[in-house]
């Protein structure tokens, strides 16, 4: 069985700051981890994805997120915020098999100051 | 399109009645997923479809929902006898096999009165 933890439901940061998001995981096989972003009225969109290659993944939109196995952890985290960057985040674990079936977290708010 | 396209993109309907949701993959995608994004569950897997192979059902809540993949392409979800706790965001996702990044869709919001 797989899980995903997203702690905490929204983070607020000031333009220009560091974004941390973060997301553990179980699983009991070595798994595919992902961050998708969702903007209102929309689908989801794939920020990255770790499979099992570099421990440290970048994405779009100057995401990147790391692998730490020991941690069970993938947090997502970017340099500095923009206004655009304001969106909710998925952290989603799957198989590594063919069937890849997403399991979330319960996703995190992310808003942005001025 | 070159994405997933899902329609309607609203629909809204009476307890009890029957709804149909249809997904068009990517073109050349062989797997397609449905999932569903509602307030109190989050997002949850529905089920899967890989080329020919038996769909994975685990994820239908009843059996009031049922879906069907016709000629390895268009998707459609039926939900029968609808429910207030089917309305959600029913999201499709197609990606090139199994194991490769899903693309979604927008969704479909269905609301039941």
């Known amino acids: 069985a797989q899980s995903v933890t997203q702690l905490g439901s929204h983070v607020s940061v000031s333009e220009g700051a560091l974004v941390l998001l973060r997301c553990n995981y179980s699983?009991?096989?070595?798994?595919?981890l992902f961050w998708y972003v969702q903007y209102p009225n929309q689908g989801l969109q794939l920020l990255l994805k770790?499979?099992?290659?570099?421990?440290l993944v970048k994405g779009i939109n100057g995401f990147e997120a790391e692998f730490k196995k020991s941690e069970t952890s993938f947090h997502l985290t970017k340099p500095s915020a923009h206004m655009s960057d304001a969106a909710e985040y998925f952290c989603?674990?799957?198989?590594?098999?063919?069937?890849?079936?997403?399991?979330f977290g319960k996703g995190i708010t992310l808003s942005v100051r001025p | 399109g070159a994405g997933v396209s899902q329609s309607p993109s609203n629909k809204v309907t009476e307890k009890g009645k029957d709804v149909e949701l249809r997904c068009d993959p990517i073109?050349?995608?062989?797997?397609l997923y449905w999932y569903r994004q509602s307030l109190g569950q989050g997002l949850e897997f529905l089920i899967y479809?890989?080329?020919?192979?038996?769909?994975?059902k685990s994820g239908l809540p009843s059996d009031r929902f049922s879906a069907e993949r016709t000629g390895g392409s268009v998707s459609t979800l039926t939900i029968q006898r609808t429910q207030q706790e089917d309305s959600a965001v029913y999201l499709c996702?197609?990606?090139?096999?199994?194991?490769?990044?899903?693309?979604f869709g927008d969704g479909t919001r269905l609301s039941i009165l």
């Open positions: 073109s050349g995608h062989t797997a």
């Open positions: 699983s009991s096989v070595p798994p595919y």
């Open positions: 989603a674990v799957s198989a590594t098999g063919a069937n890849s079936k997403l399991t």
């Open positions: 479809f890989q080329g020919n192979s038996a769909p994975d």
């Open positions: 996702a197609s990606s090139f096999s199994g194991n490769q990044p899903q693309h």
């Open positions: 770790y499979t099992s290659a570099a421990t």
